[in-house]
């Protein structure tokens, strides 16, 4: 059974720090690029991040650059969310996802294979 569960949300205070991780199972998880993404009250899901597994390459959206930092570890099939000097307007339930191609980084939800269940995170000011 294919699995993805995400794990560390929770409630900070502005300018916090979470980490979040994404433990996979039931897929060779070297062979997928793994992206977060997240959707708050009343919006549309955004991508925050994503990285290939084959050379861990990244990318991220303004909102999120210089302040969040993803990555992987194949020894332990889990990808982590490093988020740092946190927001309100991160405020979201955060997911992760995985899209086969170890080279190959999407930001567009269709096109991943794999989701978790997601996690909350609630950022107060």
């Known amino acids: 059974e294919v699995q993805l569960v995400e794990s560390g949300g929770g409630l900070v205070q502005a300018g916090g720090s979470l980490r979040l991780s994404c433990a996979a199972s039931g897929f060779s998880f070297d062979r997928y690029s793994i992206g977060w993404f997240r959707q708050a009250p009343g919006k549309e899901r955004e991508g925050v991040s994503c990285i290939t597994n084959s050379d861990g390459s990244t990318s991220y959206p303004d909102s999120v650059k210089g302040r969040f930092t993803t990555s992987t570890d194949n020894a332990k099939n889990t990808a982590y969310l490093q988020m740092n000097s946190l927001r309100p307007e991160d405020t979201a339930v955060y997911y992760c996802?995985?899209?086969?191609?170890?080279?190959?980084?999407?930001?567009?939800?269709?096109?991943?294979?794999?989701w978790g269940q997601g996690t909350q995170v609630t950022v107060s000011s």
């Open positions: 996802a995985a899209v086969l191609g170890p080279d190959y980084c999407s930001g567009t939800e269709s096109e991943y294979d794999y």
